[in-house]
């Protein structure tokens, strides 16, 4: 059994204490750790794990300041608790960057307090008793204790008012590569996600939706599929009610749906196909979100939409003004005058998220509570919309959040979990609502589709004299105006357009950059090659034009440490040395606070891309788990070459024309990179995201690879779109 | 419905479904296997391969009807206590990301050992190829089955 003392319990603030002294995080973060009497430490991981690796680097960053070998840690999932732990969420690359203090500070105060625990026991000053690796000691006496004889005295103390925090160079845990700590129940089986949960007479919930954005529900007719084996019930809902006002994460396009019901996933699918529905097209509305504190007002136009229409539409209003969201100088007048001008147009379609796990949650709602548990990004807004929906007061609702697999963004938005407590609570009974493959990528919340229109001003001597980007998309505009190379160009201008759609749209791994990167860093490339000069110089000038001399004063990144990874990259791929064999392509970003850059090598054989090697060089600051890093920039780089070449979600009078993994197209192991390199700038810097930062650039540089070894330029993904 | 007796991981096992039920949903619905995945249900992402007596198969387009005598192998009984040399490779390299489709890549990567002891890079990419990892470990993947089948030789 264990024994140990909760911080759950231990340390919320009280009357007595000063708590105007000490970082207001410190108080909320205290449900962090456990000790057990034989020296075991249990971590509670706060943060929802969707393959980001922080159920194993956030309980690190504790256990480093704790002072403890890591192999006696054992990792808890902690459940959703606003009044413990901060920011439970998944999303923006900001787990460890938010928590870097918070999660040190929970593992130092541990220390101390055992520290603490010792010098009473022994009746020595506490400046005389170290605490190392698990063990405390006083050497004059030489008396020894492990962590796990003083933790119950311990947990009786004080929190300390102030605690010191180990200097980078002592660490020894952060800046080692420690594994999985999910990995040998991965590598079992063990049950783990969502979709993975069965409880005592629990039902089975699948739904229906409509087989078009622009339509809904009128009508059904479900006697035939009652009458199926294993069928309790069918039944129509609304997801949320009338006049709720809606945060960012309640998007959903369909919310009111058809449910069927029944014993086993088998016979709910069969059932499933044999309700008969009418739909209808919606008309024009609007409704009321509070879009994190702000109210406004959202408008969803009527109508059946298409790929096609949205491609002429957004080629129209990329040739006309946009709305100006940055001017430099005097750009109109340096482009009238110009030599020469070059200018071009990018473009990418929807994507569907297709986290490999489709869409799911388990909810046992009874008169007074409701137990939710699955997968989910944003456990602490969904509380709020679960509980106004249920009629509970929040403190009833209870969220655990289980292993996600995959999140890409799509599990911000958890209208699934709503949907599953609504069943249950009709049903009066544990459900589990399962989105079959087809559902999950026709219900939308995609990635939008964009385009974007760069033009450069070139003088006699084939200087660069102005820039121009105008962006949009369906729904929205990815344009970043105040993002590089705005700050290294004197006659600068920003436009931007949106149009309008009822297809719901998210974030989608990196929002924005993942397609502004693409588009920005080929046009790059090929007004290098007009200026005939070296890809990288040319980006090295820009940077360093913008590190001595800004333009304007809200350039978003550091100069600096932006050609740090140029010449990383250089460095590391012998760019310099010459030749390779394929095409080779270049492209570095920066997004959710770290940069990127990665150099492709590909050819294409056969009318088909075969990359051979990828080299990535990132400033994230400190890497705290530098193996679990390589992993996650190798993933982020095989998504978005899978992304740049294959990828596309297409619609037709609002259908949409892919429904599965026959017909969508996600990279596959013989697509992949032959290999992959990946090097971190060494810096003490504190550390940023990484879930998403390698991703952007890769598109550009596979675009600009696939130039060098095609002589010609890719503008529009997916690159090579058709299922091979 | 009907009664079918399986052999599920040694153990003989009886369920009482439709004849219809592809594998993966008696696996997972009726005898409490989970580690054995649901991805696509259309036998193109490898989430759901399991062995039919020592052969990779998508256990999503297998109806139970059709399994017979064969012995069924899924991830949880691939080894007692976890240690199969691919497991094994799989811990070594850490592979995982989200780790959805890893149950999958494991069943389908001792099989393609089993067949080609020594596999060449090409024979792993294209016999792999029909087990998608959204999370994109392919690499990883790759360095631990050849991890294993050095270990193996
Ligand atoms: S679930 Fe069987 S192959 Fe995808
Ligand atoms: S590890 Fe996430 S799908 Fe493969």
Known sequence: MMLGFSWLAGCKPTAGMKASELPKEWFEINGFLKIAPDGQVTIMSPNPEIGQNVKTSMPML???????????????????????????????????????????????????????????????????????????????????????????????????????LKNSQDFTIIGTSKKNVDGPKIVTGKPLYGLDIYKEGMLIAMIVHPPAFGMKFKSMDATSAKQ??????????????????????????????????????????????????????????????????????????????????HQAKMAEMGSMPGKVVRRDGNPEEVFANAARILERNYSAPFLAHNTMEPMNFFANVTADKAELVGPIQTPEFLEKSAAARLGLPLEKVDIQMTRMGGGFGR??????????????????????????????????????SYYATYRAALDANNRLIGFHVRA?????????????PAGAIDHYLAEEWTIESNITVGAFRAPRSNFIAAAEQSFLDELAEAMGKDPITLRLELLERAKKNPVGE???????????????????????????????????????????????????????????????????????????????????????????????????????????????RLIRHGEAPRSIEVHFVKNDTDPTGLGEPPFPPVFGAVANALYKATGKRYYHQPFFPAIG | ???????????????????????????????????????????????????????????????????????????????????????????????????YCQAGQIMSAVALLKAIPNPSDEQIESIMSGNICRCGTYTRIKAAIKSAAEKSK
């Not at chain 1, 541990?110 to 006083?138: D, F, I, N, Y």
């Not at chain 1, 059932?271 to 969803?300: C, H, N, Q, Y």
């Not at chain 2, 399991?50 to 399994?67: E, I």
């Open chain 1, 228 to 309: 199926m084996p294993g069928i309790v019930d069918v039944f129509t809902f609304k997801t949320y009610e009338e006049g709720y006002s809606k945060s960012a994460f309640d998007n959903t396009a369909f919310n009111e749906l058809v449910v069927v019901v029944g014993k086993s996933t088998w016979e709910v699918m069969n059932a499933k196909k044999a309700v008969r529905v009418e739909w209808e097209p919606i008309s024009d509305s609007t409704e009321e979100m509070d879009l994190f504190g702000r109210k406004m007002t959202v408008r969803t136009p009527a109508g059946l939409e298409s790929s096609e229409t």
């Open chain 1, 411 to 448: 599990r911000l938005y958890g209208h699934f979990l709503v949907e599953a407590a609504v069943i249950s609570q009709r049903m009066k009974a544990p459900v589990k609502l399962v989105y079959t493959r087809e559902d999950d990528m026709t219900f939308g919340t995609y990635r939008p």
């Open chain 1, 554 to 664: 809200n350039n978003d990144y550091d100069a600096a440490r932006y050609a740090g990874v140029l010449e990383l990259v250089r460095e590391k791929s012998g760019w310099d040395k010459g030749i390779v064999p394929q095409g080779r392509g270049v492209a570095a970003y920066f997004c959710h606070n770290s940069y990127v850059a990665n150099v492709v090598d590909l050819e294409v054989k056969e009318g088909q891309p075969i990359v051979h090697k990828v080299y990535c060089a990132v400033d994230c600051g400190i890497v705290v788990n530098p193996d679990a890093a390589i992993n996650l920039s190798e993933g982020g780089l095989v998504d978005g070459i899978g992304h740049a070449l294959y990828s596309s979600l297409t619609f037709k009078d609002g259908v949409p024309q892919q429904r599965n993994f026959d017909q969508y």
């Open chain 1, 62 to 164: 504790v256990a480093e300041e704790l002072d403890i070998d890591w192999k006696q840690v054992v990792v808890e999932q902690a459940p959703l608790n606003t009044s413990i732990f901060k920011r439970q969420l998944a999303g923006g690359s900001q787990s460890i960057r938010a928590s870097w203090q918070s999660l040190r500070m929970a593992g130092a105060t541990a220390r101390q307090m055992l520290r603490e625990a010792a010098a009473q026991a022994w009746q020595v000053p506490l400046s005389e008793v170290t605490a190392k690796q698990g063990v405390l000691q006083h050497v004059a006496s030489g008396k020894k204790a492990s962590y796990g004889e003083m933790a119950s005295a311990a947990a009786k103390l004080e929190v300390p008012k102030e605690v010191q």
């Open chain 2, 1 to 99: 419905m009907a009664i079918f007796k399986l052999n599920v991981n040694g153990k003989s096992r009886e369920v009482d479904v439709d004849p219809s039920t592809p594998l993966l949903w008696v696996l997972r619905d009726h005898l409490q296997l989970v580690g054995t995945k649901y991805g696509c249900g259309i036998a193109q992402c490898g989430a759901c391969t399991v062995h039919l007596d020592g052969y990779a198969a998508r256990s999503c387009q297998t109806p139970v009807s059709s399994v017979g005598k064969q012995a069924v192998t899924t991830i949880e009984g691939l080894s007692e206590e976890g240690d199969h040399p691919v497991q094994q490779a799989w811990l070594e390299h850490d592979v995982p990301q989200c780790g």
């Open chain 1, 472 to 484: 949009g998309g369906v729904p929205e505009s990815p344009l970043a105006a105040n993002r590089f």
